[in-house]
């Protein structure tokens, strides 16, 4: 059974950094197109970045773009979402995801996705 369990997050100030984790079981996860995504109350879930099974290319949105730095660690089967200069407009639920099918268009859209983590809270604020 395929499972994501997310770790990090909580409360940082303005400028500073967070990094999430999410590992992967059940599958193994380089064959898998992997994404973050976030959501805030009332809004649609927002992709953050994401990776290209195929190649390895790495996707982000405008908003976080310079910003924050997705990566992987096959060997422990766990992405990583590094987060500097962390706004408050940054805060949110974020989630890891994974797809069996990766297609470039439709990186951005969680419909894309299989399976999900449980979310872990970020929050800025000074």
Known sequence: ????????????????????????????????????????????????????????????SDSVKGRFTISRDNAKNTIYLQMDSLKPEDTAIYYCAAAYNFYRSSWNSPHMYDFWGQGTQVTVDS
């Not at 499972?3 to 950094?17: A, D, I, R, T």
């Not at 999410?22 to 380089?30: K, P, W």
């Open 1 to 60: 059974q395929v499972q994501l369990v997310q770790s990090g997050g909580g409360l940082v100030q303005p400028g500073g950094s967070l990094r999430l984790s999410c590992a992967a079981s059940g599958y193994a996860l380089e064959f898998y197109s992997m994404a973050w995504f976030r959501q805030t109350p009332g809004k649609e879930r927002e992709a953050v970045s994401c990776f290209s099974p195929s190649d390895g290319r790495a996707f982000y």
